[in-house]
């Protein structure tokens, strides 16, 4: 049994302890999901504008990128990225340039692209379903003012497909946080590489393990809370159905 002095030694900060290392990659982890999150966001709501488009392609395309996207593992969507799409630019830049052109594919980068591209797949759905539910009535009625398609959706659905979609959102929003995970694989400094690293310096894997397992836990403890809050506000002024 590990002594409680040596827990607390392992966790400190400064040169003998993990702490600082720790906090490192839950900064990285964070980083990640909040730069993929964005990426994420706007790709799902172009498949989804696709996906309710008159346009017997665009629906076609909304139905391949969802299908594709949400069949493949997320590890080994992170693989594709990372290995593939940078040895594909790379070879790209050599055939269109004689010089020693190279692109270093970075593992921050390729987590951003692999995670925003699999948050895109599942909230392209989640944002489809909110717009369909909307009242076709309001698109007709912003016609009738001679909106815009633009103005329409930002001034009118936009408030409104948020405010449905955002549970749906926020459930895809924890999932992200601790899909940021796997991004260790490719040598990324996250939070779950570090502990993995310290795993392995210490050899007390219990220790460090449960300490990830906490601190990912209380991450997304106060993102549910936030969410919570969020979604008590966007619900002001409509009436339960309960």
């Known amino acids: 049994m590990i002594a409680v002095s040596e827990i607390l030694e392992y966790l400190s900060f400064g040169d003998t302890g993990w702490g600082d290392e720790l906090l490192k990659g839950l900064w990285i982890t964070l980083m990640l999901a909040f730069t993929a999150l964005p990426v994420g966001l706007i790709l799902g709501t172009i498949v989804a504008s696709f996906s309710i488009s008159k346009s017997r392609t665009a629906k076609t395309f909304a139905l391949f990128y969802t299908t594709i996207i949400r069949g493949l593992p ?24 004689s010089k020693n052109l190279y692109f270093e594919f970075s593992p921050f980068l390729a987590g951003v692209v692999a995670l925003g591209l699999v948050f895109s797949g599942y909230s392209a759905e989640v944002l489809r379903g909110a717009w369909q539910s909307i009242d076709k009535g309001q698109r007709e009625a ?32 924890i999932n992200l946080i601790k899909d940021t995970a796997l991004v260790s694989v490719i040598a990324l400094d996250d939070l779950m590489r570090v502990t993995n690293i310290a795993v392995g310096s210490t050899k007390e894997p219990f220790l460090f393990y449960l300490t990830v397992c906490l601190i990912y836990w209380g991450v997304c403890i106060i993102f549910e809370r936030i969410l919570e809050i969020l979604e008590r506000r966007s619900n002001r002024g409509f009436r339960s159905n309960n």
């Open 74 to 97: 997320e590890l080994l969507t992170l693989f594709i990225i990372y290995h593939g799409v940078g040895l594909l630019i790379n070879q790209i830049l050599k055939w269109f340039s």
């Open 142 to 173: 912003g016609i009738s003012l001679s909106m815009k398609r633009v103005q329409i959706f930002w001034l009118i659905e936009r408030p409104q497909i948020m405010r449905i979609a955002l549970p749906g959102l926020g459930n895809l929003w």
